[in-house]
């Protein structure tokens, strides 16, 4: 059955418009319709093709979605073989490189080199033949690589069909296939939550998604190319730069680097290179340099190549940021708020531009997804001024019991029970990832956090006392606990660095000055997981003096409002750690008291056997604060007016409670008159 013209005609126009907008979309980066709008159309194609298999062309957009298994790649041998680069690391190798091409060309004059970033992914050619792709290769051992073609006819910013004209008859593009940072990201998100081995970076991921036998399988990953070349057929392009040159790409519809340029001699190379590396955290993909080549293409001919790399072509290469080395032992510190972090030390490995002996991984959780192990060899990845990480292990090195494998020789790590710092207990809350040191005040690690905390405006409010001065007197050893700040002379104050006498003068003021306080800011200056402000006002106002807290169970304290079982159990946890109960009574001993009542041995109970009647709003306390002060003195809270009641403290728009205090004559007092009561107890 012959095709019907106007059907022939819809084919070919889909066929267009898919293209054009795929060009939109991944060569101009500036879709022009909705991606369902696109699914549509793409659809409507796929249906016409499936009616009359004749329509079917093998530029057709549908030829996208990948094909039958193979069992092996093809070999496939580059019209003209594929090169690499020599790598410059230093400015003078960048400077050498330069003299070494004014030579070649016998010029003094300053040359002119197109500048673009190295790209982190794997060196593609694609043939075009009149126009059409009809095959791609990885560059295997540059003279024969591995024919890809179905796999990256699914990648839609590969064009299937040169655009425009002026291509030759036939031609092969070079450039990189890369994933995208965010591409990766989520790659990687969708391979964890399906329980499948996750990347270990872009390349990896790239590399791995492009060599799959299965087509279907690259279909669905992320992968993106861009140009940055010719092999056969660069003889035919009437161009006289590789300026030029990449702009043709562009043309025929290969997505170039926006980030490419020209630039004059060696200081316009090294300018470029720093540029480029400002923006590298920022690239959406991956760079692991910048390739600099000679502008004018008759001066590349002349320079020619040496062995394997071209004389008129370097990569100027950033520090490698991974490397392999060996996990010598895994340890654990303590961050400033107790978080336990599971450290590899490394056997000393140059990567990022620093030598890196340590590596983070993260959490317990972490450990063991990645199960880094004693003895293992890893990947290390430092980029920029990132900590470094271990970003996988190599199962193929894992030591094991005997030479024929077997055993593992080391077992999979395991989070130490108490800190090392302090020898506290470790706790990890449920939904947490974070493993915490419950040592509090006495762990070192925690000194400084905890100090600045203790120090800070809503807590005990020493002024002055800020984190750097806090960092200088642990540093120096003078302070390892609150305690110790009262102890603290102007002299040795005055002994430190950036410090006059006149603030050692004053700071030592203002610590005294702290010593009078509330039970709730003491509470919260302690610094209890969980405990903040407003629990500790709380806490302060149910139990009235520090013992009752700090002899509290669990259900006790969950009686308090806002306490529940996870406050609770860390409360009783710091509290339990006889280091901080220490501290509490080198800080009783220091003078440090609070107006809501004295703990409990020590001081008279002020309003013993009095019972008091709160009626109105008073002007500063509230109605909360004023019973836990009255129950902290020893009294009495009552809800009604009687014959018994000892005061009635009344504020503002009192009712029928003081209407009945003056009916019984009992003594109505205002929150001054209170206040005065709580300090001074009752003269009779
Ligand atoms: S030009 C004749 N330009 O770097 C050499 N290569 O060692 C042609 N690469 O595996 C290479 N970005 O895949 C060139 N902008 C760029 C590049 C680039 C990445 C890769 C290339 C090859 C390696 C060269």
């Not at 020493?462 to 960092?471: A, Q």
């Not at 306390?621 to 836990?628: E, P, S, T």
Request: hydrophobic share 40%; with cysteine.
């Amino acid at each position: 059955m012959a095709v019907p013209a106007v059907t022939v005609e819809r084919a070919a126009w889909l066929r267009a418009e898919l293209d054009r907008h795929n060009h939109a979309y991944y060569g101009l980066d500036a879709p022009t319709i909705p991606d369902a709008e696109y699914d549509r159309l793409f659809r409507e194609l796929q249906g016409l093709e499936a009616e009359y298999p004749e329509l079917l062309t093998a530029d057709s957009p549908t030829q996208r979605v990948g094909a039958a298994a193979l069992k092996e790649f093809p070999p496939r041998l580059h019209g003209v073989p594929m090169l690499s680069l020599n790598n410059a690391f230093a400015p003078e190798e960048v400077e050498a490189f330069d003299k070494r091409v004014r030579d070649g060309l016998e010029t003094i004059a300053a040359i002119d080199y197109a500048v673009e970033p190295k790209f982190d992914g794997l060196a593609i050619s694609l043939t075009y033949e009149n126009g059409l792709f009809t095959c791609g290769a990885t560059r295997g051992d540059g003279v024969t690589g591995e024919d890809v073609t179905p796999n990256l006819r699914t990648l839609r910013c590969i064009p299937l069909r040169l655009r425009g004209e002026g291509w030759p008859a036939l031609i092969e593009v070079r450039g990189e296939v890369l994933m995208f940072k965010a591409d990766f990201a989520e790659l990687n998100a969708r391979q964890r939550e399906r329980g499948d081995k996750e990347f270990a970076n872009p390349r990896n991921a790239a590399a791995g998604s492009l060599r799959q036998l299965d087509s279907k399988i690259t279909a669905g990953r992320p992968l993106s190319f861009f140009a940055y070349g010719v092999g056969a057929g660069s003889n035919e392009l009437a161009v006289r730069t590789h300026g030029e040159l990449m702009d043709r790409l562009a043309g025929w519809g290969f997505p170039v680097a926006v980030e490419r340029g020209v630039v004059t001699g060696s200081r316009g190379l090294l300018g470029y290179f720093a540029e480029i590396g400002e923006k590298r955290p920022a690239l959406p993909y991956d760079i692991d340099g910048v390739v600099y080549k000679v502008n004018r293409l008759d001066w590349q001919d002349r320079l020619g190549f040496v062995s394997r790399a071209p004389r008129f072509a370097i990569a100027h290469k950033f520090p490698a940021e991974e490397a392999l080395t060996e996990v010598l032992g895994i340890d654990v510190q303590v961050g400033r708020t107790g978080a336990i972090t599971p450290v590899a030390r490394l056997k000393p490995v140059f990567v990022g531009g620093v030598t890196v002996t340590n590596a983070t991984l993260h959490n317990e959780d972490e450990v063991r997804r990645k199960d880094v192990r004693v003895g293992d060899t890893v990947i290390v990845r430092r980029a920029g001024d990132v900590i470094p990480e271990v970003v996988a292990i190599v199962p193929e090195k894992r030591p094991t019991r005997d030479l024929f494998g077997g055993e593992p020789l080391h077992p999979p790590f395991e989070l130490p029970k108490t800190c090392p710092e302090c020898g506290s207990a470790v706790t990890r809350g449920e939904d947490e990832a974070i493993a915490r040191c419950t040592g509090g005040l006495y762990c070192p690690a925690q000194r400084k956090q905890a100090l600045w905390h203790f120090a800070a405006r809503r807590a005990m409010d020493i002024e002055g006392l800020g984190d750097k001065l806090v960092d200088q007197l642990v540093d120096a050893g003078l302070v390892h606990s609150p305690a110790d700040l009262y102890g603290l002379s102007v002299e040795t104050l005055a002994g430190l660095e950036r410090m006059g006498e006149k603030s050692a003068r004053n700071l030592v003021a203002a610590i005294a000055q702290s010593r009078q306080t509330t039970l709730a800011r003491f509470i919260f200056a302690l610094g209890i997981r969980n405990v903040g402000e407003a629990t500790a006002r709380d806490l302060a106002r149910h139990f009235g003096q520090l013992e009752g807290i700090m002899g509290a169970e669990a259900i006790a304290l969950q009686q308090v409002p806002d306490v529940g079982p996870v406050v609770a159990a860390s409360i009783v946890a710091f509290f339990n750690e006889s280091h901080n109960r220490e501290i509490i009574a080198r800080l009783l001993a220091a003078g440090l008291q609070w107006s809501e009542g004295q703990p409990a041995d020590s001081g008279p109970k002020l309003l013993a056997g009095k019972t008091l009647v709160l009626t109105g709003t008073l002007p500063t306390l509230k109605r909360d604060d004023a019973k836990a002060m009255i129950e902290a003195a020893g009294g009495k809270v009552a809800g009604s007016v009687s014959k018994k009641t000892d005061y009635v403290v009344a504020g503002e728009e009192a009712g029928s409670k003081l209407e009945k205090a003056q009916e019984l004559g009992v003594s109505v007092i205002d929150e001054a008159e209170l206040l005065k009561l709580l300090e001074k107890g009752v003269e009779e």
